[in-house]
């Protein structure tokens, strides 16, 4: 009923940049935050960055002035620019959304993921 894709990872050197994109479709009647987590191999997942529905954005520790959110409320889509990519920001990123259903549930949703891989 309610689906998250994801798209735009792949494989990219030290520095570099990759723009991620989630779709958010399904019986939704509204979005409140957004977000992008991510989880390397061995470890737990972690926040990257989210979004509220009035586009304030909240980033983790270790994305802090690379990385941006955004979002277009519009099309039911958030964005990550991740910029100045280090080999540690390799994982699989998630994104997830908080949603509120045509039966007026809410209900939080993931992505099933996307890889990105820095090369070093």
């Known amino acids: 009923q309610v689906q998250l894709v994801e798209s735009g990872g792949g494989l990219v050197q030290a520095g570099g940049s990759l723009r991620l994109s989630c779709v958010a479709s399904?019986?939704?009647?509204?979005?409140?935050?957004m977000g992008w987590y991510r989880q390397a191999p061995g470890k737990q997942r972690e926040l990257v960055a989210t979004?509220?529905?009035?586009?304030?954005?909240k980033y983790g520790d270790s994305v802090g002035g690379r990385f941006t959110i955004s979002r277009d409320n519009a099309k039911n889509t958030v964005y990550l620019q991740m910029n100045s990519l280090k080999f540690e920001d390799t994982a699989v990123y998630y994104c997830?959304?908080?949603?509120?259903?045509?039966?007026?549930?809410?209900?939080?949703?993931w992505g099933q993921g996307t890889q990105v891989t820095v090369s070093s």
């Open positions: 997830n959304a908080d949603l509120i259903l045509r039966d007026y549930m809410r209900r939080g949703a």
């Open positions: 399904g019986r939704i009647l509204s979005i409140n935050a």
């Open positions: 979004i509220t529905s009035g586009g304030a954005p």
